[in-house]
């Protein structure tokens, strides 16, 4: 019973922010741990989180947890956020090159940040999902 529950509250379930497609070829710089940056091409973003294309396994990111989000109107350079979602990309040409599609929320964001963030969407956003 809990699960049909919990099914429907997904359904039903409304986004708390709107979610923007991005402009083709946009792309961020992921932190992971201590190993240096990679480039991930972004999917879609709102003020709550974003979604991201990336070449690998999810080990190789397990110790995300900062963006630098870099356009012309705006400059994000830790954006903290949490993942919440990673699944493979059933296009990937082959086995060895794996894309995945991670999905991140936000963490606490500044009133500074926020702003930012609002430049950054206003910049690389297309429309709304």
């Known amino acids: 019973m809990a699960d049909i529950l919990n099914y429907c509250r997904m359904l039903f379930k409304h986004r708390e922010h709107k979610r923007y497609s991005v402009k083709s070829g946009t792309f961020v710089i992921v932190s992971p741990g201590t190993d240096g940056?990679?480039?991930?091409?972004?999917v879609d973003i709102s003020m709550g989180g974003a979604a991201f294309?990336?070449?690998g396994?999810?080990?190789e990111l397990e110790e995300c947890g900062i963006i630098k989000m870099l356009t012309e109107k705006a400059k994000l350079?830790?954006?903290?956020?949490?993942?919440v979602s990673d699944v493979s990309v059933p296009e990937s040409a082959q086995p060895s090159e794996e894309f995945r599609r991670r999905g991140v929320k936000f963490k606490w964001l500044g009133v500074?940040?926020?702003s930012e963030l609002t430049k950054a969407i206003?910049?690389?956003g297309t429309f709304p999902k």
């Open 57 to 59: 396994r999810p080990e």
């Open 122 to 124: 206003d910049d690389i």
């Open 53 to 55: 294309i990336y070449n």
């Open 37 to 42: 940056e990679r480039k991930v091409q972004i």
């Open 112 to 114: 500074l940040d926020k």
């Open 77 to 83: 350079e830790k954006l903290e956020f949490e993942t």
